[in-house]
């Protein structure tokens, strides 16, 4: 099995994105290297990737992700644990994914989630999704420390769209 250490270091993580744009890197690559680090930083987290919201559509599309291929690649607002999260604007953490009515399963082996959105304000960009083979794997401690990456990249997207 890849070791990996036990926790994302998140602070360090945001310094490193800003460390990135300072040297004029774009969105598109720090959601890939976000991603990247954050999926080798604990060994909990088994899928990471970043959806984008399409407002036009009005649905999700997966930009990158580290993790087994999933056929998920477009996922309606409100549909799914990604899609809620958008249709209500909120965080998700879900211990057990078996008890979500309209889970979008990505791999039978995962047992919860994470999903944390990328927004400034009432402005929803996207959002960072995480899959654990391990059940009730995610806590608020993770929440607050992707939050953190979630709103330096929400700079560099808010940025680009002004
Ligand atoms: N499980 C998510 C779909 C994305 S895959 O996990 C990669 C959902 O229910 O929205």
Redesign the pocket.
């Given at each position: 099995m890849e070791l990996k250490l036990t926790m994302l270091d998140s602070n360090a993580l945001v310094h490193q994105i800003q460390a990135m744009r300072d040297d004029g890197h774009l969105s598109d690559a720090l959601l890939r290297y976000a991603v990247k680090n954050i999926e080798k930083a604990d060994s909990r987290f088994d899928?990471v990737?970043v959806y984008l919201f399409d407002a036009e559509k009005n649905d999700l599309w997966l930009h990158n992700?580290v993790g087994s291929p999933?056929e998920?690649a477009r996922?309606p607002v409100g549909?799914?644990?990604?899609?809620?999260a958008v249709a209500e604007q909120a965080n998700q953490i879900v211990d057990d994914?078996s008890t979500?009515e309209n889970?979008?399963?990505?791999n039978p082996d995962?047992q919860s989630?994470i999903?944390v959105l990328i927004r400034a304000g009432d402005d929803i960009f996207g959002q960072i999704?995480i899959?654990s083979s391990e059940k009730a794997a995610f806590n608020t401690e993770d929440e607050a420390g992707l939050q953190a990456v979630a709103d330096k990249l929400a700079e560099q997207i808010a940025a680009e769209r002004r």
């Amino acid at each position: 099995m890849e070791l990996k250490l036990t926790m994302l270091d998140s602070n360090a993580l945001v310094h490193q994105i800003q460390a990135m744009r300072d040297d004029g890197h774009l969105s598109d690559a720090l959601l890939r290297y976000a991603v990247k680090n954050i999926e080798k930083a604990d060994s909990r987290f088994d899928w990471v990737g970043v959806y984008l919201f399409d407002a036009e559509k009005n649905d999700l599309w997966l930009h990158n992700y580290v993790g087994s291929p999933t056929e998920h690649a477009r996922i309606p607002v409100g549909t799914g644990v990604c899609g809620m999260a958008v249709a209500e604007q909120a965080n998700q953490i879900v211990d057990d994914v078996s008890t979500v009515e309209n889970y979008l399963a990505c791999n039978p082996d995962v047992q919860s989630e994470i999903v944390v959105l990328i927004r400034a304000g009432d402005d929803i960009f996207g959002q960072i999704d995480i899959d654990s083979s391990e059940k009730a794997a995610f806590n608020t401690e993770d929440e607050a420390g992707l939050q953190a990456v979630a709103d330096k990249l929400a700079e560099q997207i808010a940025a680009e769209r002004r």
